[in-house]
């Protein structure tokens, strides 16, 4: 990803909120920060992770679901009037309503185990507006099939973000995932022996107090969905 990009990328991703709206006005003192989508056509069409958006009839009165937008440098509050999601790809296809968007393009080209990719998103701890919010993070994907594992975790609240092979999208975050394993270690202890000079034993018999221990280690990763495949689920389910 260039520099240029990084820049600019508010105009092509968004924080979601469910906000409550009083005569067509948005109260941002009761907005809920749901997760981050992105722009994948000039007129407002977004992808976002299907789980961060409530359901029509999970809106209390008067709430609704909004976008934060950058527009020619200006934060903008704009609807979210519709949405077409398939939960099989945790994906949803979102209209924004604005009429032109800057937008990524989306690419189904083959990654592999190793392949260097980013994430850029919105982390939930982070205050929107006050210029901190948006994180760019980078590795590389562990596995490929049937979901796509990248090697490092993502914080809450990216969910939904683009997952991108320099400046192409190739897919979008949607959930972290916890691996662990069990080490075995066993203390390192110093003894006396019958008066005898201190020995060191690494794995010490168990009359001279060993304590053996079990260690559990929590490896948390990425999983992430391939963009072009969930897209097109989503247009089958339409056709």
């Given at each position: 990803?260039?520099?240029?990009?990084?820049?600019?990328?508010?105009?092509?991703?968004?924080?979601?909120?469910?906000?409550?709206?009083?005569?067509?006005?948005?109260?941002?003192?009761?907005?809920?920060?749901?997760?981050?989508?992105?722009?994948?056509?000039p007129k407002g069409d977004a992808i976002t992770a299907a789980h961060v958006l409530?359901?029509?009839?999970?809106?209390?009165?008067?709430?609704?679901?909004?976008?934060?937008?950058?527009?020619?440098?200006?934060?903008?509050?704009?609807?979210?009037?519709?949405?077409?999601?398939?939960?099989?790809?945790?994906?949803?296809?979102?209209?924004?309503?604005?009429?032109?968007?800057?937008?990524?393009?989306?690419s189904d080209i083959e990654i592999n185990p190793g392949t260097d990719v980013n994430v850029v998103g919105f982390p939930s701890h982070q205050v929107i507006g006050r210029g901190l919010e948006m994180r760019v993070l980078k590795g590389h994907a562990t596995a490929v099939m049937p979901r796509l594992e990248l090697n490092f975790p993502i914080p809450a609240g990216v969910s939904g973000s683009p997952v991108m092979v320099y400046t192409t999208v190739v897919g979008f975050a949607t959930g972290r995932v916890r691996s662990e394993e069990i080490d075995e270690q066993s203390e390192e202890i110093t003894t006396d022996v019958g008066g005898q000079k201190p020995c060191t034993h690494w794995k010490a018999?168990?009359?001279?107090?060993?304590?053996?221990?079990?260690?559990?280690?929590?490896?948390v990763t990425t999983r992430a969905v391939p963009v072009r495949a969930a897209m097109a689920a989503i247009y089958k389910q339409g056709a």
């Open positions: 990803m260039t520099d240029v990009v990084i820049h600019d990328a508010r105009e092509y991703l968004f924080a979601i909120f469910e906000v409550t709206v009083v005569n067509d006005a948005v109260d941002l003192e009761t907005r809920r920060f749901l997760g981050t989508g992105f722009f994948v056509t409530p359901a029509p009839n999970e809106l209390g009165p008067g709430r609704r679901v909004v976008a934060t937008v950058v527009v020619d440098g200006k934060e903008t509050i704009a609807w979210i009037n519709h949405f077409a999601a398939s939960h099989h790809f945790d994906v949803a296809l979102i209209k924004v309503n604005l009429t032109k968007t800057k937008f990524f393009d989306t018999p168990p009359f001279h107090g060993a304590r053996h221990q079990q260690y559990l280690r929590v490896v």
